[in-house]
């Protein structure tokens, strides 16, 4: 099975900054890599698929990067309504499997 | 409008089962991959089990193999998922969601809001 490691798992943050979220695959996985948002008590919502393109609806302030192993999620001029815990996802082959979660906190 | 409603999840004993479904409506159902991905309370989400776009391969999670089985009815644009000897530890949220067989550069798009299955004696 492919493991899928993020870091942090939790971060604070304010309105208006920047903050980015690792994901570490356990081998390659070229761009099947894809990132959620997920609030409490809701499903999750796709943001960024194939590591970099942005899912429609997503804001543009989401963007990710990376190939391989190593992927990245970034978040231009936080929102409030951006604060949540975010995963990423590989789908390289099965089992699908998924970070253990970001929490983005105020 | 693209839609998943599950149903069926509940209040069950250890050793119990439960039968939960999932209808789809607002997209050619039989032309897609369907999975079950869950989530325990308070922690991350899970793939359970998929199923082909036409019912012919079913892919399950060491966890819930031998237990679990994912059906679905072209007829009824239902995903069905059976779920035998439950444990304490199947206790969480069932999303079912709409899918793509690895490997595909395609995210999830389309998920449910859920059922709740909570295992407890």
């Known amino acids: 099975d492919i493991q899928m490691t993020q870091s942090p798992t939790s971060l604070s943050a304010s309105v208006g900054d920047t903050v980015t979220i690792a994901c570490r695959a356990s081998q390659a996985i070229s761009n099947y890599l894809h990132w959620y948002q997920q609030k409490s008590g809701k499903a999750p919502k796709l943001l960024i698929y194939a590591a970099s393109k942005l899912q429609s609806g997503a804001p543009s302030r989401f963007s990710g990067s990376g190939s391989g192993t190593t992927f990245t999620l970034t978040i231009s001029s936080l929102q409030p309504d951006d604060f949540a815990t975010y995963y990423c996802q590989q789908s390289d082959s099965l089992p699908i499997t998924f970070g253990q979660g970001t929490r983005l906190e105020i | 409008q693209v839609q998943l409603v599950e149903s069926g999840g509940g209040v069950v004993q250890p050793g119990r089962s439960l039968s939960l479904s999932c209808v789809a409506s607002?997209?050619?159902?039989?032309?897609?991959?369907m999975q079950w991905v869950r989530q325990a309370p308070g922690k991350g989400l899970e793939w359970v089990a998929s199923?082909?776009?036409?019912?012919?391969?079913?892919f399950y999670a060491e966890s819930v193999k031998g237990r679990f089985s994912i059906s679905r009815d072209a007829s009824r644009n239902t995903l069905h998922l059976q779920t035998n000897s439950l444990r304490v530890e199947d206790t969480a949220v069932y999303f079912c969601?709409?899918?793509?067989?690895?490997?595909?550069?395609?995210?999830?798009?389309?998920w449910g809001r859920g059922t709740t299955v909570i295992v407890s004696s």
């Open positions: 199923i082909s776009h036409d019912g012919k391969r079913e």
């Open positions: 607002g997209f050619t159902f039989s032309h897609y991959s």
């Open positions: 969601a709409r899918h793509t067989m690895p490997p595909t550069v395609d995210g999830v798009d389309v």
